[in-house]
């Protein structure tokens, strides 16, 4: 199996801030991995798939790069309603599997 | 758009079978996309469960997969989940979702929570 490690696990961070997390493959996934934003209660929904194109309806202000084995989401300016958990997951091969989560948290 | 709707019973009985459905509208169940079950026990991650084609060829985790059986109906435009033997470690939101493997946009249901307990 593919595994995904997500960093850091938490993060705390102000309104208007520039965000980025990271998620590493145990090995390469091309381009395969989609991010996804999770509120409490609520089903995930999905930002960013293959590592770098915007699901349509989310703002610009998310952006997915990388390939390989190493990606990352970048939120440009954070906005009050950004805080949630964020998970990545790989789409390359079954099983699929998801990181563990980046909670975000306000300052 | 494509939506996708979950339902089945909110309790299970422990050894029970736990089954769900997921209705898909806005798109075909018979397009050139795969179906996905997702858990999420509470407070923890997600957890991919498996996937079906409409050809009815089918993917699983190995981790369930002596449990797990998904379905396609294509007259009804749905697809199921059957999961045997469960435990209280089966307890979860239930989410289907399409095109989790795929280089395209994915889309989530809103999901169900199942409870496993006597």
């Known amino acids: 199996d593919i595994q995904m490690t997500q960093s850091p696990s938490s993060l705390s961070a102000s309104v208007g801030d520039r965000v980025t997390i990271t998620c590493r493959a145990s090995q390469s996934i091309n381009s395969y991995l989609n991010w996804y934003q999770q509120k409490p209660g609520k089903a995930p929904k999905t930002l960013i798939y293959?590592?770098?194109s915007l699901q349509s309806g989310v703002p610009s202000r998310f952006s997915g790069s990388g390939s390989g084995t190493d990606f990352t989401l970048t939120i440009g300016s954070l906005q009050p309603e950004d805080f949630a958990t964020y998970y990545c997951q790989q789409s390359h091969s079954t099983p699929y599997i998801f990181g563990q989560g980046t909670k975000l948290e306000i300052k | 758009q494509v939506q996708l709707q979950e339902s089945g019973p909110g309790l299970v009985k422990p050894s029970g079978t736990l089954s769900l459905t997921c209705v898909v509208s806005?798109?075909?169940?018979?397009?050139?996309?795969?179906w996905n079950w997702v858990r999420q026990p509470p407070g923890k991650g997600l957890e991919w469960i498996g996937e079906?084609?409409?050809?009815?060829?089918?993917n699983y985790n190995p981790s369930l997969k002596s449990r797990v059986t998904i379905s396609v109906d294509k007259s009804k435009n749905q697809f199921s989940l059957k999961l045997t033997s469960v435990t209280a470690a089966d307890t979860a939101v239930y989410y289907c979702?399409?095109?989790?493997?795929?280089?395209?946009?994915?889309?989530w249901g809103q999901g169900t929570l199942v409870t496993v307990s006597s």
């Open positions: 979702a399409r095109g989790l493997g795929a280089s395209t946009p994915n889309y």
């Open positions: 806005g798109d075909s169940i018979s397009s050139n996309n795969w």
């Open positions: 079906i084609y409409h050809s009815g060829s089918a």
């Open positions: 293959a590592a770098s």
